[in-house]
């Protein structure tokens, strides 16, 4: 359910003063007061808005806060600017009403905020989209624009607005915005050359100088320093707060996002420039012949460079400052200028200057804000028009702004007290009239046609001759002088004669809002607004764009000779279409106070409050507002509210709700004199009655509240009780069950067991009873067998004797069988059958006997050969053995080469002559006879010795020569050629011995495997002086082989007999000593060794192998 609130709720004092108890203006104050000090700036008279300015930024204008005002009813929420923002909207769009804002008070009191505030809301609420939201951004946008122009620092206001201004949104039936217009009012146009002290001049001239580029500066011919212009106050320059560098960059964007074009804007900002120009230009008194003085301008500089700014001709502008033509019935005259009048003339041009660009200003922006579509629709006027304003030195725009702000009061009188009335009517409620002050006599004194004052005022002007703003007061003396709200020293009435406080120039008006002394000074002046024509068509000729526009009446070709209408009767027309335009409309009203003088947060100056209370008339509008019936409500809201005060209505009524409310007071006892039934609303006289509802009901709730809140307890501690004892049924289950399974597994483990231990004692029994059964089967078995065994063998003897007795008989039968038969056919078979048997058979034999052969290699190293297969084929088997053998090595020789063939004859013969012979021989079969051992060829070292050599060296080696002395052996090479061998030393190769082959008788070498051996030489040769040589060599069976082969080959010599024996005598010069052979142990190393034994003998101990 939604929680309502209602004003009635919660409320810091009374947040609507028509429920004010007691009603009288210092309970009016308190309240207000006390509402002031906790941040209650909103308090409603029905549906009028109070607001005091808090001075400082509330939190509540924040979007969460827009979003709660939205679409709720005015009485629902905390009094607030939004309600009534809401409330107007709605009603415009729900009801097609035409609404207007309308938002008084003085100067300084928050109407311009309070105007910007619904302005926003409105924008926020209402549709969107594209194009919407941008209509919405030029409207609020053009608020920067016009403050910037129209808005000053005053003494109340540092951003008071100086010119009024009433603004239409217009909307489409759904209630988006289309556009809007804007009506200005009276710009306060002298503050452009004089601002009262303390007060400053139009914010944009300070903006522009603080915030634009240098280089924009540069192009209007201007300089940051206010100081430089005459216009500019300087006491109050740089004001506290304000920012005029980022103002100047906001007007700018504003202006940008309104739809300014570069261009215009640059031109509004010249004219600027060109006022603050012309402020500087001053003139000096020249002497003419006729003894007038004339004016002169004194620096012509600043007038150059804003003749340049404007483009107008500097010479026009000097002469329009000197002189001036007056034209009366088609005859022009010049008149001379002194200074004064030059002075006069400059500033009424730089204040027409200045209101027509922000008239223009309004204009254009009014252009680009305008609805596009011309479809019928509603208006929601917004009205922000200067305060009341009273000053130590009040003028004409006082006495104008003023007597606006009386047309205001008379209209909200006006309007407050017909929808009152209205409401009664509707309602058809009985109303009886009650008295207020009227402030239409006062709004009389000033409009009224024959003898107002600003008729008078126009009357002035107009008339012939001298006219001064005495001749002016004088009047007024005359024909107000009875008016009671009109005083004046010099009045007939004699109560002011001597009244000191009302100076002779001045005259009093009692507003509604008080008094006020008017100065007449400048009365008359500021209603003529003359402008003179030779300055009004010097500016014509500019050009500037905008001038042509601004300065219409200065084309010479439409001179109008009649005078323009007056400032005064300007705004009394406007002012009469504006109150025209507000009646036609639905009106809402914002009245807002200012709290105190000092501009300041917190401060709340009971004094002035009480003034302004008093002068908005806000209790009379209490009093008017109660004087039927203080508070009213729908029937519906009404018995939603206090249902609870009657059994009847409680807690639902079925039926009408105003049978329903006349059900609850009947019940309630309240008198019938303090209310009255409307059609729609319960009126309620007293706001007392309404009170003591508010207390019952207050009471009531609390009664209420017992009772729900008993309910609801009962009803917590009941489900939370069923919830517990369902709870328990489930645990006592689930413990139940799990208890039973434990138990049941105890049990059938314990079953378990015991069945086994049954089991195995059964089991065991029964195996007993098995194995002592199976063991009796057993014995039987074995017993049956061995039986048996006997008995088959005595059977199985007795059966062999059987056959055997039988074979034998057979075999018997047999021989005797074929002995018969080869006697009968023995004859037969020899000659035909066993031959041809016989040769297959052989034949077979032979064929596989061959095929067998197949598997033998051709390496006549190869020594395998089959075994031979039967008896019969020994012969033939060896011999084929023989034959496959020696064809094979033949084929094997076939391969050799003559070299090849030549050693192996070599290696032949050495094995002819040493196999079997000399243990030496089978270790030097495998090595090659190489024959050149020394490369003597090659060699370098051995040159000498091969050149000795007459034939070719068929062997060459190192060997010992073995000394008879002592055993031991030297080296020497050893050469053999065809016909001789050589020694030579081995270090130098000089041939020590050379000895022809013929010589050499023999040689003897040992049969064990030793390299020495002995060349014995031929008894009485040339050579056998030297004695025989005993030498020993690692190639001793090549080196004999080869002299063996020489031997062999060699025609003319006797072949060399070769001896091999282990003892041989060799022959040293005269002696013949014997070398013997033995087998040494392993200690001689495994090399042979010789040793001298004695003369004769010498012992070779070769290692056993
Ligand atoms: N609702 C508000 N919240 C905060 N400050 C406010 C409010 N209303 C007014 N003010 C302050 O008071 C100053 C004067 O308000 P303004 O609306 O310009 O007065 P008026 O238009 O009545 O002369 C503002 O500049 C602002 O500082
Ligand atoms: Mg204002």
Redesign the pocket.
């Known amino acids: 359910m939604e929680v309502k609130t209602s004003l009635l709720d919660n409320m810091i004092g009374v947040g609507d003063m028509v429920l004010l108890e007691p009603l009288n203006e210092d309970s009016f104050i308190v309240n207000l007061r006390n509402r002031f000090d906790h941040n209650e700036?909103y308090t409603y008279i029905g549906s009028v808005v109070i607001?005091m300015?808090?001075?400082?930024?509330?939190p509540i204008y924040t979007p969460q806060k827009v979003e709660e005002y939205r679409n709720r009813n005015f009485y629902e929420l905390s009094p607030h600017i939004y309600a009534l923002a809401d409330e107007a909207y709605r009603s415009l769009r729900d009801q097609d009403k035409d609404q207007c804002i309308l938002i008084t008070?003085?100067?300084?009191?928050?109407?311009?905020?309070?105007s910007k505030?619904v302005m926003s809301y409105v924008a926020a609420v209402c549709g969107k989209g594209q194009e919407v939201n941008k209509v919405k951004e030029q409207l609020l946008q053009s608020n920067p624009v016009l403050e910037a122009f129209g808005n000053a620092k005053t003494m109340?206001?540092?951003?008071?607005?100086r010119f009024g201004k009433y603004m239409d949104i217009e909307f489409d039936f759904k209630g988006d915005p289309l556009g809007g217009v804007i009506s200005n009012y009276l710009l306060e146009k002298s503050r452009v050359c004089k601002q009262p002290r303390g007060e400053r001049n139009f914010h944009i001239f300070y903006q522009l100088l603080s915030g634009a580029s240098d280089d924009t500066l540069m192009k209007l011919k201007l300089d940051r320093d206010f100081s430089k212009y005459n216009y500019l106050s300087l006491d109050s320059a740089n004001v506290n707060g304000l920012d005029d560098a980022a103002s100047f960059r906001t007007v700018r964007n504003a202006m940008q996002i309104v739809g300014f074009m570069e261009a215009e804007v640059q031109s509004v900002l010249e004219l600027v420039a060109a006022v603050l120009k012309l402020g500087n230009i001053e003139f000096k008194p020249e002497s003419r012949v006729n003894g007038f003085d004339e004016s002169r301008v004194k620096d012509k500089n600043d007038l150059k460079e804003m003749c340049e700014l404007l483009g107008i001709e500097q010479s026009v502008l000097e002469r329009a400052f000197s002189y001036r033509t007056v034209e009366a019935k088609m005859e022009k005259m010049s008149t001379t200028l002194n200074v004064a009048q030059a002075y006069y003339a400059r500033d009424a041009l730089a204040k027409n200057l200045y209101s027509r660009l922000f008239s223009w200003l309004v204009t254009r922006i009014n252009e680009s804000i305008k609805a596009q579509a011309k479809t019928r629709h509603k208006v929601m006027g917004v009205l922000?028009i200067?305060?009341f304003e009273i000053f130590e030195d009040n003028s004409f725009e006082q006495f104008i702004i003023n007597y606006c702000n009386e047309k205001l009061q008379q209209i909200f009188i006006e309007l407050t007290l017909r929808e009152e009335q209205e409401e009664y009517i509707r309602e058809d409620i009985e109303w009886t009239n009650i008295e207020y002050f009227n402030n239409a006599i006062i709004c009389d004194l000033i409009e009224n046609n024959q003898n107002g004052i600003l008729a008078m005022l126009d009357e002035e002007c107009l008339r012939p001759g001298t006219v001064t703003d005495d001749t002016f007061l004088d009047k007024l003396n005359t024909i107000c002088a009875e008016h009671q709200h009109f005083e004046s020293r010099l009045n007939k009435n004699s109560k002011f004669l001597t009244d000191h406080s009302l100076p002779h120039s001045c005259f009093r008006i009692q507003h509604y809002a008080g008094k006020v002394l008017y100065r007449v000074e400048g009365f008359v002046d500021k209603n003529n607004d003359l402008l003179y024509r030779d300055l009004s068509q010097a500016m014509y000729k500019a050009t500037h764009s905008l001038m042509r526009q601004l300065f219409p009446e200065g084309n010479p070709a439409k001179v109008n000779l009649k005078r323009p209408p007056t400032a005064g009767f300007q705004f009394k027309a406007s002012v009469g279409v504006l109150m025209k335009n507000l009646q036609t409309k639905n009106p809402n009203y914002i009245r807002?106070i200012k709290p105190n003088d000092k501009?300041v947060a917190h401060i709340f100056t009971d004094s002035l409050v009480c003034h302004q209370v008093r002068y908005l008339g806000l209790v009379e509008n209490v009093r008017v507002r109660r004087a039927g019936y203080a508070f009213r409500q729908p029937y519906e809201s009404c018995l939603e509210r206090y249902k609870m005060l009657c059994k009847k209505t409680w807690p639902h009524w079925r039926g009408p709700a105003r049978d329903g409310v006349e059900v609850l007071l009947t019940d309630c006892s309240v008198p019938t004199e303090e209310f009255a039934y409307g059609r729609s609303k319960i009126f309620i006289r007293n706001p007392r009655t309404l009170f003591t509802l508010e207390e019952r009901r207050r009471a009531c709730l609390e009664d209420l509240a017992t009772l729900i809140q008993k309910i609801y307890r009962g009803w917590k501690s009941r489900t939370h009780f069923l919830l517990l004892k369902k709870s328990q049924v489930v645990v006592a289950a689930w413990y139940r069950r799990y208890a039973q399974q434990n138990k049941y597994q105890k049990i059938k483990s314990a079953t378990l067991v015991m069945q086994s231990f049954v089991r195995g004692w059964k089991a065991r029994n029964i195996l007993r009873q098995l194995k002592y059964e199976k063991r009796c089967k057993e014995a039987v078995t074995t017993i049956a067998a061995y039986w048996h065994g006997t008995q088959a063998r005595r059977e199985l003897r007795r059966l062999k004797e059987e056959a055997r007795r039988k074979h034998a008989v057979a075999i018997i039968w047999a021989y005797w069988l074929g002995l018969q038969v080869r006697r009968e056919y023995r004859k037969f078979f020899r000659a035909n059958a066993g031959k041809k048997i016989y040769d297959f058979t052989i034949q077979r034999i032979m064929q596989k006997y061959f095929l067998g052969l197949k598997t033998t290699t051709m390496s006549p190293m190869d020594n395998t050969w089959p075994a031979k297969p039967y008896g019969f084929l020994e012969g033939a088997h060896t011999q084929l053995r023989r034959i496959f053998h020696l064809w094979r090595c033949k084929k094997y020789r076939g391969q050799f080469t003559e070299e090849k063939k030549a050693v192996y004859e070599e290696k032949l013969e050495a094995s002819e002559i040493f196999k079997d012979k000399k243990a030496l021989y089978p270790s030097s079969v495998s090595q090659p006879f190489k024959g050149d051992y020394l490369e003597i060829q090659k060699n370098p070292k051995y040159q000498k010795l091969n050149s000795a050599m007459e034939e070719k060296v068929l062997l060459a080696d190192l060997v010992n020569k073995i000394n008879r002395a002592n055993g031991k052996g030297s080296p020497r090479l050893f050469l053999l050629t065809k016909s001789n061998f050589v020694l030579a030393d081995q270090k130098t190769g000089q041939v020590k011995a050379s000895v022809p082959l013929p010589d050499l008788a023999s040689v003897s070498v040992s049969t064990q495997s030793d390299g020495f051996f002995a060349l014995k030489l031929k008894e009485g040769s040339a050579s056998a002086s030297k004695g025989d040589f005993l030498l020993s060599s690692e190639h001793l069976i090549e080196i004999i082989t080869k002299l063996h082969r020489i031997g062999t080959t060699a025609a003319d010599r006797d072949q060399i007999n070769i001896d091999i024996s282990d003892e041989f005598l060799v022959q040293f010069k005269q002696d013949k000593v014997c070398v013997k052979f033995i087998q040494g142990g392993p200690k001689n190393g495994n090399s042979a060794a010789c040793k001298r034994k004695n003369n004769r003998l010498l012992e070779v101990s070769v290692p056993s192998p």
């Open positions: 700036i607001s300015n808090p001075y400082r930024s509330l008070g003085e100067s300084g009191a928050g109407k311009t905020e309070a505030l109340r206001n540092d951003n008071s607005s922000d200067y305060g807002c501009k």
